[in-house]
C-alpha cells in the first residue's frame, strides 16, 4: 500500500511507534496532534528532546538520569548515606520519590538478571553495588526489585553478593495494597500478604 503522507511524517511515525504504549496506530494519532498543534506542541517537544539530549547524562554513583555529575540525590548532604535502595530502573527512583518514602540513596542496576534474555550479572552494575556496600558508612541495602521471577532470581543473587559486606539486606514487604480488594488480587499477592502478616 502506498503511503499516504511524506517521508518526514512517516519517520515520525516510525519513531513515535518505538515508544512504549504506542502502537502504530496511537503514533499516527500523536503524529497528526503533534502536526496540528506545531506551535503548542511539536516545536516545544522537539527543543526539549533536544535538551535532554545534550544535557541528561547517567550518574557515575547511582546511575540515576541528571544534567548534573553527581545527580541531585547523591549530591543532597541531608540523604541519609547509611541506606542504599537497589532499584531495576531510574523510573522506579521517580515512583520512590513521588511516595516521599525513602530518604538515601539508590544503585540503579539498568535490569535484571534473565537467562531467556542473556542477561548475566556482567550486564548490570552489580560490581558497582558491591563496591558501594562496602563503604564502612552504608548500613542497609535494601532490595525494592519487582515481584517476578526474574526479580526475585536478581535479589536472591544480590543478597548472595553482598553476604560478606557486613550490611544488613533487607527486601520491600509485598502483600496486599493500600485500598485493595482481595477480590481482585491474584493468588500470588494473597499468598505473600499472608505470609508477611504482622501483629495488629
Known amino acids: 500500500m502506498a503511503s499516504s503522507a511524506g517521508p518526514e511524517i512517516e519517520r515520525l511515525i516510525a519513531l513515535l511507534a518505538k515508544l ?28 526539549a528532546l533536544a535538551d535532554a539530549a545534550a544535557r541528561v547524562r547517567t550518574c557515575s554513583s547511582c546511575g540515576a538520569l541528571d544534567t548534573t555529575e553527581p545527580c541531585a540525590i547523591c549530591a543532597d548532604a541531608s540523604r541519609d548515606r547509611t541506606l542504599i535502595c537497589v532499584v531495576e530502573e531510574v523510573g522506579s527512583i521517580w515512583a ?25 550479572p556482567e550486564s548490570l552494575r552489580i560490581t558497582a553495588l558491591t563496591q558501594r556496600a562496602a563503604d564502612e558508612t552504608v548500613a542497609e541495602v535494601i532490595l525494592a526489585l519487582p515481584a517476578t521471577v526474574d526479580g526475585q532470581t536478581t535479589a536472591h543473587y544480590l543478597a548472595d553478593r553482598l553476604a560478606g559486606a557486613g550490611v544488613k539486606i ?17 493468588d500470588g499477592t494473597i499468598a505473600q500478604a499472608m505470609r508477611a502478616r504482622r501483629p495488629a
Open 170 to 186: 533487607s527486601m520491600l514487604a509485598r502483600g496486599v495494597p493500600v485500598g485493595g480488594d482481595l477480590d481482585w488480587l491474584d
Open 96 to 120: 520512590m520519590e513521588r511516595a516521599s518514602a525513602f530518604r538515601g540513596r539508590y544503585h540503579v542496576l539498568g535490569g535484571l538478571l534473565s537467562a531467556l534474555d542473556g542477561i548475566g
Open 20 to 47: 512504549p504504549g504506542l502502537g502504530p496506530r496511537s503514533a499516527r494519532r500523536a503524529t497528526l496532534m503533534l502536526l496540528k498543534r506545531r506551535d503548542q506542541l511539536l516545536t516545544p517537544l522537539s527543543q
